[in-house]
């Protein structure tokens, strides 16, 4: 989850890919020492950065690779997590890749319209003396520890959500994904999983476009408007699409931190190892919180086999920023307003 | 410019988000300290406690891991026996049964807390650590029930045995009112509710009890064997027993199980458990003790083991059986010397009869005097 955003300081990176070689090819002649000094300190940071993620690759997959031998069962395809039984430890990943993939599309579907329509508006709409206290209200909620969130969750959002459940039940349950087995039942499924993490990830989401749409070029705007464009139009035709790798990789940011969230998780679900398309029933589980749950009391097999499940998040989570960077890679022409 | 300023202020709302979820929090818990404070002041344990502590003559700093679930009873002891005893410090870290015997066979721990007495394998690893032909023994220190709470409107009082324990936990029971449990309570009007049944969501030694006293005494109503990871079939789960416990005090119709502490603490019904005696034992402290009593050794070789083997089928008048204990690891022999006076300072202090009422205070279950009197010969003995 540390990776850095893709391409989301715009700015910084373009710079630095632009000018870089014809810089440093002029100040070959006359190097200092402040020079030398700053480009090995520089250089050290990368070298150690790399050195560093190859470390936590290769600790993970060495212990995964002991654990995943012991394991008596597939552990691609196993729903049970019993690692530490003697005689036969069987366990897998099966339920956890799909709840963590689950809740964090929830997220992504209910945070990432919300928070566009959130930073166009302190960006574009609101007057200037709302949009600042505004945004700060919104980077302050990125601050609030995932603890609070998980708590809140638990204490108010799953005793709420009672009556939102019985609608989807009983005008979406033909749907099978809205079915609810046991109405009546605490909501602590995915799907309250999926709408806490999407309060989580909104201020994130957020703060990135905001930045983003603030940085569309006055000229494109104005171009626009004096075209006869109404404001809306003018945000579809000159902000949206010079936004729209901005808005990808902050998603992705946001992405990360839904596929990764640990004890906001823990708190609210009712683990199980039951892979069900009910999204409203409890149960499931995400990488993250079985790890939380399952470290204390692991014995040896236990931890490895917890090791192999943390290696494939983080390969998961490679996955994703790849695929971000490579839409924003794709997208880079076409948003090109690099006047 | 406009990112460095947003930087800024964001690093002030941080600040101030931090400064001020500190303050509540350290607001909770002086309120948390206080009330303790006031019920162990009203027994009058803290005093006596402190005059029934005997300083080791060579005192030293010790280190200690294991068990998390008699966390709170090393606290209430590394607090009396620090206060009068100010050069015997002692560090407990928590972090499982499992890792504290890891530690205290290789020789980083004085002695480990665990839920589980000592396997085999884990004896063999000790004589490694325990130089001179010693090894690690297990001594009973901390008891403790497990109750069964409930939150069911219009019922007080709730009577379940072990079969209807074992299938209302494995959804084979699924209405208050079924007929396995109103047989149970004759004169009590159940609801026709569901019912929630919450188990824990960790791995847990509280469930590897509960799931020993079903798999012996629910006549096979409970397919499984005993085990720390939950085996049953549906109802929900939630992480340690404060969540367990949290769960049940706010969903109506539910059921869970967690240590006494927490049933005391959240105010929550206990049921009482029909075993077979004249009349349902509730589950109280003076119920469980009297279950410990009649606990027979495991019949470990080294006779200084002391490792119980608990009844759970139990039918005495007055023993609930859903109980357990949990021990302290060290060596018979070949203790680290310059540790030993204070270790069995420490020890002698838990297992007096001020330690046991401190720990009582906390939802603990005081050991009877047949097992801490066993317990005194051997802490005598230790070298």
Known sequence: MTSSPPGVPRETTEASTETSPRRRSSLQGNSRRGDSIFRGASAGSGILLL????????????????????????????????????????????????????????????????????????????????????????????????????????????????????????????????????????????????????????????????????????????????????????????????????????????????????????????????????????????????????????????????????LVLFVITLLVNGAARMIVARRKEYSGANS | MKLQRNGRSKALAIGAVALVSSLSLAACGSDNNNSSAGSTGGTGGSSTSAAAIKCADKQAPMLAAGSTAQGTAIDVWKAAFGAACPSSTLNYSGGGSGAGVQQFNQGKVTFAGSDAALKATEVEASKAVCTGGGQGIDLPMVGGLVSIIFNVQGVDHLVLDAPTLAKIFDSQITKWNAPEIAALNPGVTLPAADIQAFHRSDDSGTTQNLTAYLAKASNGAWAYPAAKTWAGKGGQSAAQSAGVSAQVKSVPNSIGYAELSYAQQNNLKSASIATGASKPVDATAVNAATTIATAKSAGASNPNDLALSLDYATKAEGAYPIVLVTYEIVCDKGNKPETLDTLKAFLNYTISDAGQHAIGDKGYVPLPKEVSDKVKTVIGTLS
């Open chain 1, 51 to 310: 050195v560093i993620m190859a470390a936590i690759a290769g600790f993970l997959i060495y212990r995964s690779s002991i654990a995943i031998n012991k394991d008596t069962t597939s552990f691609l395809t196993t729903f049970e997590w019993d690692p530490d039984n003697i005689q036969k430890p069987s366990f897998g990943i099966a339920v956890l890749v799909f709840g963590t993939l689950v809740s964090a599309a929830i997220a992504m579907v209910i945070a990432v319209p919300v928070a566009i329509g959130i930073a166009l508006f302190i960006s574009h709409y609101a007057p200037r003396r709302i949009a600042q206290p505004f945004a700060y209200l919104v980077d302050l909620l990125a601050a609030v520890p995932s603890i609070i969130y998980g708590l809140w969750g638990a204490l108010f959002l799953v005793p709420h959500l009672g009556g939102l459940n019985s609608w989807l039940d009983h005008y979406l349950g033909w749907t099978y994904i809205f079915k609810l087995s046991h109405p009546g039942a605490p909501a602590r499924s995915l799907f309250t999983v999926g709408i806490l993490l999407a309060i989580m990830v909104l201020p994130i989401i957020t703060a990135v476009s905001r930045e983003v749409f603030r940085q569309v070029p006055r000229m494109h705007e104005e171009a626009a408007l004096a075209l006869g464009a109404t404001r809306w139009e003018m945000i579809r035709t000159a902000v949206l699409p010079f936004g729209r790798p901005g808005i990808i990789s902050a998603s992705m940011l946001g992405l990360g931190r839904a596929l990764g969230e640990t004890i906001a998780v823990a708190t609210v679900l009712s683990a199980s190892n039951v892979l069900s398309l009910h999204l409203l029933d409890a149960g499931g589980g995400t990488f993250a919180q079985n790890i939380a749950l399952k470290f204390g009391e692991a014995g040896s097999v236990g931890k490895d086999a917890l090791m192999a499940s943390g």
